[in-house]
């Protein structure tokens, strides 16, 4: 198959989206059950911060198969991910400090 035709791009996109959104439970089951890390405060917040990235990447994700199905010229939701961008600039700094705080307070394993 064509790695540029319309069919395959738009299968890729899905499985793109789709493979966002997976990674966010089994993100969850390898650290928190497979390795074994608890469930305290810092590592929650870290999860919530990779879980916002991967949300954010799944909507791109169908934003630009939408793009591609409509033949739109811009990207739908373009000013979601404009506020995103800047929003996310704020949420990770504050929960890089909810993390690093953990980290110096309580070092180890369950931050």
Do not use: C
Request: proline share 4%; net charge positive; charged share 15%.
């Amino acid at each position: 198959m064509d790695h540029r035709s319309h069919t395959w791009i738009r299968r890729r996109l899905r499985s793109l989206a789709w493979l966002e959104l997976l990674n966010i439970p089994l993100q969850a089951m390898i650290w928190f059950v497979a390795v074994g890390f608890p469930l305290t405060t810092v590592n929650i917040v870290g999860f919530g911060l990779t879980a916002l990235l991967l949300l954010e990447g799944a909507a791109y994700w169908r934003a630009k198969r939408r793009r591609l199905d409509t033949g739109r010229k811009t990207l739908p939701g373009a000013g979601a991910f404009t506020v995103a961008r800047w929003g996310n600039v704020a949420v990770l700094t504050a929960g890089l400090l909810v993390i690093l705080r953990g980290v110096v307070t309580d070092p180890g394993v369950g931050s």
